[in-house]
Nanobody
Framework: QVQVVESGGGSVQAGGSLRLSCAAS????????MGWFRQAPGKEREFVAAITLSVGRTNYADSVQGRFTISRDNAKNTVYLQLNSLKPEDTAVYYC?????????????????WGQGTQVTVSS
């Protein structure tokens, strides 16, 4: 059984920063990778960033490239998402997910376990 718990969301003004954390238990850190997705009201869940747990290879959506950074601490079974230069359009619920196998990193259906999500609100 894998449990995934996000934390660190909140409300900030445009240009501000937040750091999200994702703690995974069980077999999560023997999995292939983890990722962050987000979902704004009335929109589909979209890919934000992904990382492989062995070598730490990262991938980002074009919309966040250069502003967000994903990282991992395997000793703590935790993945982080640093959000800088936030914009109002970054407002969404952010979800952390575990990808057990080497599937496409940017697809929702590539991920096997999901957290409950954490709200990020950016005001202008």
């Amino acid at each position: 059984q894998v449990q995934v718990v996000e934390s660190g969301g909140g409300s900030v003004q445009a240009g501000g920063s937040l750091r999200l954390s994702c703690a995974a238990s069980g077999r999560a850190f023997s999995s292939y990778g983890m990722g962050w997705f987000r979902q704004a009201p009335g929109k589909e869940r979209e890919f934000v960033a992904a990382i492989t747990l062995s070598v730490g290879r990262t991938n980002y959506a074009d919309s966040v490239q250069g502003r967000f950074t994903i990282s991992r601490d395997n000793a703590k079974n935790t993945v982080y998402l640093q959000l800088n230069s936030l914009k109002p359009e970054d407002t969404a619920v952010y979800y952390c997910a575990v990808r057990i196998y080497s599937r496409p990193y940017n697809r929702v259906d590539s991920y096997d376990y999901w957290g409950q999500g954490t709200q990020v609100t950016v005001s202008s």
